[in-house]
């Protein structure tokens, strides 16, 4: 399954494919507040209100960004269920591709 932007005409992206962008922004930010606990402790001690002092809130940052990514890709992977069932449903039933069809 492939994430393409959901952009026809004026029409603005779909409500996953934000989400989806949310959740890697937000694993992003947690990611780097991970590298940074383990890469830089020095830094990293002097911001232990942001990252917890053991890099608690950091895992924690990049653990919700994970989830919010997987929430994303799962609506998406119903959208495009319920658009392959909603194009099916509107074949013709003399169309020989149809699931719909009684010649087969």
């Known amino acids: 399954m492939h994430v393409q932007r959901h ?3 004026d029409r603005p992206a779909s409500w996953p494919a934000w989400l989806f962008r949310i959740g890697l922004l937000i694993f992003a930010l947690g990611a780097a507040g991970d590298f940074l606990h383990h890469l830089l402790p020095g830094i990293a001690a ?3 209100f942001v990252l917890g002092s053991e890099g608690e809130r950091a895992h924690l940052i990049t653990l ?3 989830l919010v990514v997987a929430a994303a890709l799962f609506a998406l992977a119903a959208n495009d269920r319920a658009a ?3 194009r099916r449903a509107r074949r013709s039933p003399g ?3 149809s699931s719909n069809s009684r010649t087969h």
Do not use: N
Request: glycine residues 14%; negative net charge; proline residues 7%.
């Open 7 to 9: 952009v026809v005409g």
């Open 46 to 48: 002097q911001m232990t």
């Open 64 to 66: 919700v960004g994970m």
């Open 84 to 86: 392959t069932a909603a």
């Open 95 to 97: 169309d020989p591709y």
